[in-house]
């Protein structure tokens, strides 16, 4: 099911050790966006630093949704733009002394400019730091506030669902009243092409035995274009399609599985019609199937 929702948590330093003036400033965001999908498809666009915690982002999110494409996305930037970490004495010491031993071995490595030493405290400022406190909780509150999103697009959605099924019953009804007289209908021209027939070969009456014949053929073809079966069952996959979505809850794939069923009431309708009539009802039937099929597939 369609939905979007973010969450964000400001960030203070990762230690006493490590101070950092733009540190503070920084926030940790967490988006996440869910589009249709008969299956659960998670993908993660992490930093480097979060790649650890991808395992339990995904417990979490796989123990509250069931289908959907998902994009987790999780953001570390600076709420100050201008902001610019100001590293301490103890670590320029370290980088010193590291710059000062890879210079033993490498004695022509370029040296650390002040840009290296700025990204170096950033990165310093975000190693080492339990990221699973920030991380999990904001997870928490974002797919809470998905789960609500997708609440209310389901609301919508139910809405909208349950408009077609009054279309289809309607369309039912319609197709009801017409198959006893399409049965009567085919059956005399049936006796009629019959009687012709036998015209042909200039017989003066049809024997009993003959007409007998004829009346079990006509019966028989009769039977074949019936489509009160078809019109029952789809009514009754109606009454269930519209008490699960009444009830809620993970009901897409049972959905799945009923909307195959209107569609193959609805093709056989549609072969075994004998009159224009129910087959414009036919085809109309399955453009409302069709669209149902597309709006269950938005469905958990």
Not at 31 to 58: A, C, K, Q, Y
Not at 168 to 181: D, H, I, S, T
Not at 199 to 218: C, G, H, I, K
Request: net charge neutral; hydrophobic share 40%; proline share 4%.
């Amino acid at each position: 099911m369609t939905g979007y929702a973010s969450a964000q948590q400001g960030l203070g330093s990762a230690s006493s050790e490590v101070e950092s003036r733009g540190a503070a400033a920084s926030h940790l965001g967490l988006e996440i966006r869910s589009v249709n999908s008969r299956f659960l498809d998670l993908s993660f666009r992490l930093p480097e630093e979060l790649r650890p915690t991808e395992p339990m982002l995904r417990e979490i999110i796989m123990k509250h949704i069931k289908r959907g494409k998902i994009e987790v996305r999780v953001l570390i930037e600076s709420g100050t733009p201008n902001a610019v970490p100001e590293p301490n004495t103890r670590l320029l010491q370290r980088l010193g002394t590291v710059q000062d031993n890879v210079k033993a071995w490498l004695p022509d490595a370029r040296p650390l400019s002040v840009a290296d030493v700025i990204r170096l405290c950033a990165n310093e400022n975000l190693s080492g730091r339990d990221w699973r406190q920030d991380v999990l909780p904001l997870a928490e509150q974002t797919v809470q506030a998905l789960l609500v999103a997708r609440e209310r697009e389901g609301a919508r959605l139910a809405h909208v669902m349950l408009g077609q099924i009054s279309q289809l019953r309607a369309l039912a009804g319609q197709a009801r009243p017409l198959v006893p007289q399409l049965v009567a209908q085919q059956r005399q021209r049936f006796m009629d092409r019959w009687k012709e027939a036998m015209a042909l070969t200039e017989a003066s009456s049809l024997p009993e035995m003959v007409q007998d014949r004829a009346l079990a053929e006509a019966t028989a073809f009769a039977i074949r274009i019936d489509v009160a079966e078809e019109i029952t069952r789809l009514n009754s996959h109606l009454e269930e399609i519209e008490r699960l979505i009444k009830r809620g809850g993970e009901i897409g794939k049972r959905l799945d599985f009923l909307i195959q069923e209107l569609h193959r009431e609805a093709n056989t309708m549609g072969s075994k019609s004998a009159a224009l009539e129910l087959t414009h009802i036919s085809v109309d039937m399955k453009v409302l199937i069709e669209q149902l099929r597309e709006q269950v597939q938005n469905l958990e």
